[in-house]
Every structure is written in C-alpha cells, then in structure tokens.
C-alpha cells in the first residue's frame, strides 16, 4: 500500500513539474510572437525609410567617391547625379578639409 502512495505521490509531483513547463512554454510563446511582431513593424517602417528616400544613398556613395579623391565627372557617371550636385558635393567636401585644417 505505502508503494501506491509513493507512485501517486511521485505522479502528482510529476504533474506538477508539467503544468509548470506548459504554463512557462505559452508565457514564452507569447513573448516570441511580441517580439515578431516588433520586428516585422521595424523592418517595415525601414523598407519605407529606404524608399522614401533612396537618394540619400547615392549621396553616401558619392560622397565617398569625393572622399577618395574623385573628380565631377567621375561621380556624375557613377552615382547619376548632375553637374552641379556633384561639384556642390565637392565643393562641401573642400571647404571640410579647410575647416579642419585650422
């Protein structure tokens, strides 16, 4: 009889530790699906930055083309810019080099 009492005993132990695990999965669960949804939002919201403003890329890249010593013409036909885009770039980049020279 006392062996029934262990095993019964032991089995709602058991239960216990089940209920437990199932209770700390959903908890778990529920937090993963709010941190999907964070994600998926902030992914969004940056696709839409992009693609509202796609030329500030091409202003990084021909900006780093200045950097490296590029001339107008070279960042005009790389970056599509104009004529006058570019050597504003330039003439920006210039004057940060004379700034920062004294």
């Given amino acids: 009889m006392a062996l029934i009492a262990e095993f019964k005993l032991s089995v709602a132990h058991v239960a216990n530790d089940i209920n437990g695990l199932c209770s700390g999965s959903v908890g778990i669960g529920k937090r993963l699906n709010r941190l999907e949804k964070k994600i998926k939002s902030q992914e969004l919201r940056q696709n839409k930055l992009e693609n509202s ?7 990084g890249q021909a900006m780093a083309l200045v950097h490296k010593g590029a001339k ?6 790389y970056c599509g810019l104009s004529r006058g885009e570019a050597e504003l770039l330039m003439f920006v980049n210039n004057e940060g080099r004379k700034s920062s020279q004294h």
């Fill in 53 to 59: 403003e796609p030329n500030l890329q091409v202003y």
């Fill in 72 to 77: 107008v013409d070279e960042v005009v036909s």
